[in-house]
C-alpha cells in the first residue's frame, strides 16, 4: 500500500513539474511541440497533429486521452484528479475553445464525441458521467452539469447532505446555443437544437427544437408531429 502511494505522489510531481514548465512556453517558442512531445509521459494517451497553445491547466494528466486533431487553446482546465477511475476522453478533432473547464470527480466518465466544438467559456463538470455525441456544437458559456444537491433537510447545511449523479447524454449533431443549462439526469436525443438561454431539465427527443425555462419542445426538425422547424435567431 505504501508502496503504491508513493508511485502516486511520483506521478503528481512529474505531472505537476511538467505542465508548470512547458505549460507557458509560447507557441512562437516551440511550446506545441514540446508540450506534446513530454505530455505524451504523463497523459493516458495523446494522438496525433494534437495543439495544445500556452495557458492550458492539466490535473490528473492519466485519466486524460486525447485523440487525433485535437485543438485545445488557451485557458482551458481539465482537472481528472480525485479518483483512479476517472476518465476523459476527447475524440478526434474536438476543439475546446478559450477557458473550457472540464471537472471529473469520483469515478466520473467524460467522452466528447469525434469533431465536437466546444464554445469559449463551457463548464462541462460531474460527478456524474456525460457523454456528449459526434458533430455536436456547444456553444460560449453553455453549462453541462451532471450532479444535483441534495437539500430536504432544513437543520443541516446542504453542503454536507451529499449529491445525487444521474448522469446527461447529448446525442450526435447537437447544437445548443449560447448560455444554455443542462442539469442532471437530462438525454437530449440526436439532432436537436436548444436554443439560447434554456434551461433544459428534461430529455428531449430526437430532432427537436426546444427554448425556454425550463426548455420545451416548440417544433421538430424531422416534421413529425409538430410542425417542421424553421431557422431560428440564435446565437453560436
Not at 39 to 62: H, M, N, P, W
Request: glycine share 14%; aromatic share 8%; with cysteine.
Amino acid at each position: 500500500m505504501k508502496d503504491l502511494k508513493d508511485f502516486s505522489k511520483l506521478k503528481r510531481f512529474q505531472e505537476l513539474l511538467l505542465t508548470t514548465f512547458l505549460g507557458d512556453i509560447p507557441t512562437i517558442f516551440g511550446g506545441v511541440k514540446l508540450r506534446i512531445f513530454f505530455y505524451r509521459t504523463i497523459f493516458a494517451q495523446i494522438g496525433s497533429s494534437v495543439y495544445i497553445q500556452d495557458g492550458v491547466e492539466f490535473l490528473g494528466a492519466d485519466s486524460i486521452k486525447v485523440g487525433n486533431g485535437v485543438y485545445i487553446f488557451k485557458g482551458v482546465r481539465i482537472d481528472g484528479k480525485g479518483h483512479d477511475n476517472n476518465r476523459i476522453y476527447l475524440e478526434n478533432g474536438v476543439i475546446l475553445e478559450r477557458n473550457v473547464l472540464i471537472g471529473a470527480l469520483n469515478n466520473t466518465s467524460i467522452h466528447i464525441g469525434e469533431d465536437t466544438f466546444i464554445g469559449p467559456g463551457v463548464c462541462i463538470g460531474g460527478p456524474g458521467n456525460i457523454k456528449i455525441g459526434q458533430n455536436c456544437l456547444i456553444a460560449a458559456h453553455t453549462a453541462i452539469y451532471a450532479n444535483n444537491h441534495n437539500f430536504a433537510d432544513p437543520t443541516e447545511p446542504i453542503k454536507y447532505q451529499g449529491v445525487t449523479c444521474k448522469g446527461i447524454v447529448i446525442e450526435d449533431d447537437c447544437w445548443l446555443g449560447h448560455g444554455v443549462k443542462v442539469l442532471d439526469g437530462v438525454t437530449i436525443g440526436r439532432g436537436s437544437v436548444i436554443g439560447a438561454g434554456a434551461v433544459v431539465t428534461k430529455d428531449i427527443p430526437p430532432f427537436s427544437v426546444a427554448v425556454g425555462v425550463p426548455a420545451r419542445v416548440i417544433k421538430n426538425r424531422d416534421g413529425k408531429g409538430l410542425p417542421k422547424a424553421k431557422e431560428l435567431p440564435m446565437s453560436s
